[in-house]
């Protein structure tokens, strides 16, 4: 006789002799078991959370047709649509899905109860009427401003906490307004930073392909980045303030190549995050210069490097984009290749250097780590380093 229908006879056998009790002990661990397994596997999703900036009675950067809290929604909605109708294994969660107001506490607050592995925030720019000209799309993470351009988009973007009744206890005194109070972002580490430069360099790429301006990537202080726990960036879509970026934003052309460039990107880093996950191998191993093919594997230490810019294609060794540095060197991740200025064993060397030579030319800049030639995070590379010293 087949096993499965002895088996099953079994069973069947074991329940006829179970009185009512027994039965219903049983039938609620079975109940259990499942419930457990559907939630181990739903653990696996992967989160990410969408938030459409400003809403309700923060309306956010006003053109001369339409508001940036409704292109803001319109794009964030399409984008959703576009991972719902794709990705089968990915859970959405949106800040607001509606013309409400969300305090910046609370969009980090949904983001971390949710415990998202990926954080949009997407919002659009404007400049004074004098400037209408300006246009382009730009992508933001955490980090301290490096330019007043930068500043005045965090400036802008933080602002709308003074909406909110309890914001001086809130934030602790923060002031959006005043440039001390950007202080403390200087001495952040944001232990995702990597990850969220890489998902914005995506971003920007996917920009330019569909022939938007890229304003690049970008570092400045936003409150909404600061409180979250996992990769984020936010993202500048355009310039509602010049005429013609203002007609794109409003077209359901213009917010749906928009929703599309940022799901692409999305794609790329999701991919890329579950093949390391799953591999436990990161692409970043591969060694690209002279430089690192010579760096003995054997070497314990955490190697610091300052990255200074990201590109879809091979730079000339003198080319003006390198602003007459040196010796730079370069690796490959996600499909872009980034480059490198300097490197060395001791943290406080690369950052004398980063302050002192790389900042008044990439403003941008900042520290990665590697580890016998394979890229690791910079944080624990930092700790180590102290470790040793």
Do not use: W
Not at 140 to 152: A, D, K, S
Not at 258 to 266: C, P, S, V
Not at 314 to 335: C, D, H, W
């Amino acid at each position: 006789m087949d096993k499965k229908i002895l088996t099953l006879h079994g069973f069947v056998y074991i329940m006829d002799r179970m009185n009512i009790f027994h039965k219903l002990i049983l039938f609620l661990s079975i109940l259990f078991l499942c419930i457990y397994v559907n939630a181990e596997t739903s653990n696996d999703r992967f989160v990410v959370v969408i938030d459409p900036g400003h809403g309700g009675n923060d309306p956010g950067a006003v053109g001369r047709k339409g508001k940036e809290k409704n292109i803001n929604l319109n794009v964030a909605t399409k984008l959703g649509k576009l991972i719902e109708r794709n990705c089968n294994d990915t859970k959405i969660v949106y800040t607001r899905k509606s013309d409400v107001f969300v305090p910046l506490h609370k969009r980090a607050d949904i983001a971390n109860s949710a415990k998202a592995n990926l954080f949009i925030s997407i919002h659009t720019n404007a400049v004074a009427r004098k400037n209408s000209h300006v246009r382009g799309t730009e992508t933001y993470t955490l980090g301290l401003h490096r330019t007043e351009e930068n500043l005045e988009v965090a400036k802008k973007e933080n602002s709308v906490i003074l909406i909110e009744d309890d914001y001086k206890q809130r934030y602790a005194g923060f002031n959006p307004n005043s440039s001390e109070s950007y202080i403390i972002f200087e001495f952040m580490q944001d232990k995702n930073m990597e990850q969220s430069v890489n998902f914005a360099t995506l971003i920007q790429k996917q920009f330019k392909d569909c022939n938007r301006v890229d304003k690049g990537v970008h570092q400045a202080g936003f409150l909404v980045l600061r409180e979250t726990s996992m990769p984020s960036v936010l993202v500048e879509l355009g310039y509602i303030s010049n005429p013609s970026e203002e007609t794109y934003l409003l077209s359901d052309k213009g917010t749906s190549e928009l929703a599309k460039a940022i799901f692409n990107a999305f794609l790329s880093y999701k991919n890329n995050i579950t093949q390391t996950k799953t591999t436990g191998i990161k692409k970043e191993t591969t060694k690209e210069t002279k430089a690192e093919a010579t760096k003995p594997d054997s070497n314990s230490k955490p190697v610091f490097k300052i990255q200074i810019l990201a590109s879809d294609k091979v730079i000339p060794a003198n080319s003006s984009q390198f602003k007459g540095l040196k010796n730079v060197s370069y690796y490959k991740e996600n499909g872009m290749i980034k480059y490198t200025y300097a490197e060395d064993e001791d943290y406080n060397r690369i950052l004398q250097i980063k302050r002192k030579t790389v900042d008044p030319k990439f403003k941008d800049a900042f520290i990665i780590a590697f580890k016998n030639g394979i890229k690791i995070n910079t944080n624990q590379a930092i700790k180590e380093f102290k470790n040793n010293k």
